[in-house]
Structures are given as structure tokens and as C-alpha cells.
């Protein structure tokens, strides 16, 4: 019988030798995990619930959805989105409440989508959006409150567009307002209101505009006077018309080149106006009312007093009146 030998022993088996190669690497590599657990996470794919589709996600809340041909804002949008990219596509209209979902946004940018229409509540519950891009579009005019919701505002761009004419109320009080573009539009004037309702507003980007020089460009140049812009764009902020002042620069105009101008009224101005208008309207109506009484009344007492009394209504030629002695039913009969 022979003696048993190591050579005869049998090995062990696949899976327990390659469990044994795989704890041996483990102990002898530097780090307490292996390559392939340390490779970073890729991008958020896209049409997952924190990535709206047809766009592409990245750390950091960022969906680029940028030239893309889209027609419409991509469904989907979550509190987790911070910036999104919607540059370089077909979005024609922003209907009512076109980025529900998306109330923790920042960033938002829709150049060169050839946008002609947004809606009143368009912007409704981006209360945290603090830029937002609509240069180079179709927008000839904004619905008031537009950006009424917009309460964190700090950047807005309108540049090439076709505005004529900016409403106060489009815009409404931006608080936190600090830029504000309007370059390449076809606006003649700025309304005093609407920079009132922007207190914090630092930058004015105006070139590229038809300005007329008048009376309606007072509250402008006050302001310019006092934000004064960087040199070249002061000088391409020119008047083009009237004809005596074309090409005459904005910001050379002192107020009293305005002084022939009726100042508009004050705020408390129109609230005594108004205020006292319907009130007045209605006194004068009760004193005509009461006055046209009283002489209505004067004149029914007059008319009393001249009318004679009444006659009788037995009264004749031939009749007397039992009171008299001489008549025939006051003689006794024998």
C-alpha cells in the first residue's frame, strides 16, 4: 500500500480559489475599495425624475437644454433643477404656469427661441429665479405682472426685441433688481414709474434705441445723471428726433433744458384728484338736486295764491242762496 502524498491531493475548487484571490487583493491594495467603486457618478441621464426630458443633467441642479428644436418648456421639471438652458430652440409662447415644478430655479435662459408671447403667469412660482435671459426674441409687448412674481430678480435682459413701449406694470416692483438691458428695441421713452418701482437698479443697458428727445425723456436723463454709464455706452445713447437735437447724446442734458416742461403730477397729487373728484361730482349733483326743490316748491305756492276761489256748485242765474232774504225759498208762505 503506498503512502499518501501531497502530490495526490486534489485541488481546490474554482470558486473558493477565486474567493481567496479576491480577499488577497483586497488586503494588498492601498485603498479600503477597489477601482470601481471610486469612479465618480456620471451625469444624471436624460428623462430620469430629477432631469426633464430631451435635456441633459449635470451635478449641481444644471439641465442644458439648449438647441434642442424644442416647442415647448420640457415637462418634468423638479425643485432640483437650478439652472436651466433653454437657449437656441422654437419655444413661440410661455403659457400660464410653464415651469411648475420648478420653484427652487435660479438660472433661466430662453435666447434665440423666437418668442412672441408670455403670458401674465408665465413666471408664477419662480420666486427664487435670480436671472433670467429673454434677449434676441419676437416681443413686441409684456402683459402687466408679467414679472410681478419674479420677487428675487437680480438680472434681467430684454435686449433685441421690438418693444416700443415698456408698461411700468409689466415689471412691477423688483426690489432686488440690479441689471437691466433694453438694448436693440425700438423704445422712444422710459416712464418715470417704471423706475421708481426699481430701487436697487445699478446698470441700464439703453443703446440701440430710437430715443426722442423730448419732454417724455426727463425722468431718463435725471437718472442717467445720477447712474452715469461706462463711456462707449454713453456715446452711443443718441437722439433721433427732433430734428434740432439728432444725434445730440443723452446724457448732455441738463434739467434745465427741461425746464419748459410741465412736471407730471406727484403721487399725492393724483390721489387728492381722485379723491376729491367723486366727492365733489356728488355734492354739486345734491345741491342741484336740492336747489331744483326748492324753486319747484316756491313756484307751486305761488300758483296757489293767485288762483281765485272755487264757485259753487249750484250757483246760477236763477238761483239765490237760502241765506238771502229777498229769494223765493226765504218768503213764507201763507
Known sequence: MSSPSFLSRRPPPPPLLLLLLLLLLLLLSPSPWPVWAQMPAAATPTGTPNC???????????ANCSGRALFAVPSGL??????????????????????????????LDLRENGLRWVH????????????LDLSANQLEALAPGTFAALRALRALSLADNRLARLEP????????????????NELSAISPALLAGLPALEA????????????????????????????????????????????????AFPD??????????SPWDLAVVYALGPVSFLTSLAACLALGSAFTACRARRRRRRRPPPRPLNSGPGWASPADPGSPAATPQV
Open 256 to 265: 434745465a433744458a427741461f425746464s419748459h416742461c410741465v412736471r407730471p403730477l
Open 78 to 107: 423638479s425643485r432640483r433643477v437650478r439652472a436651466l438652458l433653454l437657449d437656441r430652440n422654437r419655444v413661440r409662447a410661455l403659457p400660464p404656469g410653464a415651469f411648475v415644478g420648478a420653484g427652487a430655479l435660479r438660472r
Open 52 to 62: 426633464p426630458e430631451a435635456c441633459a443633467c449635470a451635478p449641481g441642479g444644471q
Open 120 to 131: 401674465a403667469r408665465a413666471f408664477w412660482g419662480l420666486g427664487a429665479l435670480q436671472e
Open 169 to 184: 406694470a409689466a415689471l412691477g416692483a423688483l426690489p432686488l433688481l440690479r441689471e437691466l438691458s433694453l438694448r436693440d
Open 204 to 251: 441700464l443697458r439703453l443703446r440701440g434705441n430710437p430715443w426722442a428727445c423730448g419732454c417724455a425723456l426727463r425722468p431718463l436723463c435725471a437718472w442717467l445723471r445720477g447712474h452715469p454709464p461706462p463711456a462707449p455706452e454713453a456715446e452711443t445713447l443718441l437722439c433721433v428726433s427732433p430734428g434740432r437735437l439728432t444725434l445730440s447724446p443723452l446724457t
